[in-house]
């Protein structure tokens, strides 16, 4: 069998290599590491085959560890997704309804996220419509009043007017 490689190895100044070398018909690899100022010298020859089976088989557990995580990821985003999708429509849906006058509806919501803040600030605004809009009919009412008062208050002025017209011609 060729040994050259290892004579090679051997005279070279280096202290440590990996070299493909061909040893008796088959591609090997031959890793050596010299023991500082000893002479000695560890060497090995690994079969390239059981190298690359080795990273093959890692190479397709990767690939099916991506597979599998690619596919949780997606399921997950669905599902999240479809949650976002569903609060969304449910505020919008209490919002139309808000704007066409109902203001007996309200958001509900089970999350407690950020969608719970905002359905919680939305119920807040509708309920703070509806004392506006009360508000404004009392004081609608309270006009309603004193206008009536001050037209009765005129007709007896009116009426006094006359009196004193007529008392005086």
């Known amino acids: ?89 449910d505020i919008i849906n209490v919002l139309k309804k808000a704007s066409d006058g109902d203001l007996t509806v309200t958001v509900k919501t089970r999350s407690k996220d950020e969608f719970n803040v905002l359905s919680n600030s939305i119920n807040d605004m509708i309920v703070n419509m509806k004392e506006l809009i009360s508000k404004s009919a009392n004081v609608a009412t309270t006009v309603i009043s004193s206008s009536e008062n001050v037209q009765q208050n005129s007709e007896l002025l009116l009426t006094a007017s006359k009196d004193i017209s007529l008392a005086i011609s």
């Open 1 to 89: 069998a060729d040994k050259s490689f290892y004579e090679e190895a051997k005279a070279s100044e280096e202290l440590g290599s990996n070299n493909t070398v061909d040893y008796n018909g088959e591609e090997v690899k031959f890793i050596y590491n010299k023991i500082s100022d000893t002479g000695a010298m560890v060497a090995a020859l690994v079969p390239s085959s059981a190298l690359t089976s080795q990273a093959n088989s890692i190479k397709t557990l990767t690939v099916v560890i991506v597979v599998v995580a690619t596919l949780i990821a997606g399921f997950i985003g669905i599902i999240v997704s479809a949650g976002i999708g569903k609060a969304i429509r």
